[in-house]
């Protein structure tokens, strides 16, 4: 296993080299491609109607939800992946991506889905009907009205200011891995969920989609905590980048086509993120190294908060969440806990935290 600074320098020169081919591809293959993508988007309106929004901040700010459909799946590819069969729309996995405004610093914070959240007055979108204000769980929004009532929640939540949208299915994501030969990850303990199909011994792994879903989707594991399985999220985010840079996808126009054509077609955007947007995008980080991508998870007052009605949900602790958000929202790195906070989950009742902000160098194998 190579050591942490040989790590660092190999990610390093592998993501400015992939970055730098990618930048290279769009531009060179032209707009064509990229406006051939970006056709195969969904499209959804979630900042139509939206008031009293926070201000926007430096930097940029991408929502990026992963949701539970099973659109696209088999009756047989239901139960394998140990999905059932009635989805409820809600949100699996959500995450807020910052791109600093010179382009120098990605952060992606999770925010857990099952955070306890007041959910703004809103039409349901399942029957039509008006619901007034309600505390819920953080994936419900979605279920509930959409992606405009997932951005109005998100921005109550963090005071940041949502710039784009994107929400990716179940299908896409297990496309998109098997497109690039799977992705690598490595656990120290067994990892065992008979829920979601998750069964990995301790050691190194090569997952295809199938099992990475498992993986990232594993609610009964780390004990129950949705904490945990941020982070796995995490890790997993890591190795896919690893994975798709040694496979040289970001230099190989089919490649990367065939892997994007994967994503989008069961990815839904915002109208305004169009051919140029990414393009924008794709220049903006040309020039980062993964250590200076950072990941980060909302601290958490308790990670096992009971509420009559929705049974256990994740309360932030606020201190700590608003030193995180006024970050984002200045454009600076993501904060460090503060020295005496008990880790998250230790049952002795203190206020607990997330883990430190972690860079994607360190959670490859």
Same mark, same amino acid.
């Given at each position: 296993?190579?050591?942490?600074?040989?790590?660092?320098?190999?990610?390093?020169?592998?993501?400015?080299?992939?970055?730098?081919?990618?930048?290279?591809?769009?531009?060179?293959?032209?707009?064509?491609?990229?406006?051939?993508?970006?056709?195969?988007?969904?499209?959804?309106? +979630?900042?139509?109607?939206?008031?009293?929004?926070?201000?926007? =901040?430096? !930097? &940029?700010? *991408?929502?990026? #939800?992963?949701?539970? @459909?099973?659109?696209?799946?088999?009756?047989?590819?239901?139960?394998?992946?140990?999905?059932?069969?009635?989805?409820?729309?809600?949100?699996?996995?959500?995450?807020?991506?910052?791109?600093?405004?010179?382009?120098?610093?990605?952060?992606?914070?999770?925010?857990?889905?099952?955070?306890?959240?007041?959910?703004?007055?809103?039409?349901?979108?399942?029957?039509?009907?008006?619901?007034?204000?309600? +505390?819920?769980?953080?994936?419900?929004?979605?279920?509930?009205? =959409?992606? !405009? &009532?997932? *951005?109005?929640? #998100?921005?109550?939540? @963090?005071?940041?200011?949502?710039?784009?949208?994107?929400?990716?299915?179940?299908?896409?994501?297990?496309?998109?891995?098997?497109?690039?030969?799977?992705?690598?990850?490595?656990?120290?303990?067994?990892?065992?969920?008979?829920?979601?199909?998750?069964?990995?011994?301790?050691?190194?792994?090569?997952?295809?989609?199938?099992?990475?879903?498992?993986?990232?989707?594993?609610?009964?594991?780390?004990?129950?905590?949705?904490?945990?399985?941020?982070?796995?999220?995490?890790?997993?985010?890591?190795?896919?980048?690893?994975?798709?840079?040694?496979?040289?996808?970001?230099?190989?126009?089919?490649?990367?086509?065939?892997?994007?054509?994967?994503?989008?077609?069961?990815?839904?955007?915002?109208?305004?993120?169009?051919?140029?947007?990414?393009?924008?995008?794709?220049?903006?980080?040309?020039?980062?190294?993964?250590?200076?991508?950072?990941?980060?998870?909302?601290?958490?007052?308790?990670?096992?908060?009971?509420?009559?009605?929705?049974?256990?949900?994740?309360?932030?602790?606020?201190?700590?969440?608003?030193?995180?958000?006024?970050?984002?929202?200045?454009?600076?790195?993501?904060?460090?806990?503060?020295?005496?906070?008990?880790?998250?989950?230790?049952?002795?009742?203190?206020?607990?935290?997330?883990?430190?902000?972690?860079?994607?160098?360190?959670?490859?194998?």
């Amino acid at each position: 296993m190579p050591t942490a600074r040989r790590t660092r320098r190999r990610w390093g020169l592998r993501i400015t080299a992939g970055l730098a081919g990618l930048v290279l591809t769009v531009s060179g293959a032209g707009h064509a491609m990229v406006g051939t993508v970006t056709d195969g988007l969904g499209r959804v309106d +979630p900042f139509h109607g939206l008031e009293n929004r926070p201000d926007a =901040g430096r !930097g &940029l700010n *991408v929502l990026l #939800v992963g949701t539970d @459909t099973r659109e696209g799946l088999s009756a047989e590819e239901r139960a394998a992946l140990h999905v059932g069969n009635t989805a409820c729309h809600c949100a699996d996995a959500v995450l807020l991506l910052h791109l600093s405004a010179d382009g120098d610093r990605a952060d992606i914070v999770s925010l857990p889905r099952d955070t306890y959240a007041e959910l703004p007055e809103h039409t349901f979108s399942m029957t039509g009907g008006h619901h007034d204000a309600h +505390p819920d769980k953080l994936n419900a929004a979605l279920s509930h009205g =959409g992606p !405009g &009532l997932m *951005v109005r929640t #998100v921005e109550d939540l @963090t005071g940041v200011r949502v710039d784009h949208y994107l929400e990716i299915s179940f299908t896409s994501f297990m496309r998109a891995v098997d497109i690039i030969g799977g992705v690598r990850v490595c656990t120290t303990t067994p990892l065992e969920d008979g829920y979601s199909g998750l069964d990995l011994p301790a050691g190194t792994h090569t997952l295809d989609g199938a099992k990475a879903l498992g993986y990232v989707r594993a609610r009964h594991v780390d004990g129950g905590s949705d904490l945990g399985r941020v982070e796995r999220q995490h890790r997993f985010l890591a190795a896919f980048l690893d994975q798709v840079l040694d496979s040289g996808t970001l230099l190989n126009p089919g490649r990367l086509k065939d892997t994007v054509t994967a994503l989008t077609g069961s990815v839904s955007a915002d109208h305004g993120l169009g051919a140029e947007e990414m393009l924008d995008l794709a220049r903006a980080v040309s020039d980062l190294t993964t250590g200076r991508a950072h990941f980060g998870t909302v601290p958490v007052a308790d990670p096992a908060h009971a509420v009559t009605g929705l049974g256990s949900t994740v309360l932030w602790d606020e201190a700590g969440a608003d030193r995180l958000f006024r970050a984002l929202r200045e454009d600076r790195p993501l904060p460090a806990p503060p020295a005496g906070e008990t880790p998250a989950g230790d049952g002795t009742g203190a206020a607990t935290r997330a883990p430190a902000p972690t860079t994607a160098d360190e959670f490859t194998c």
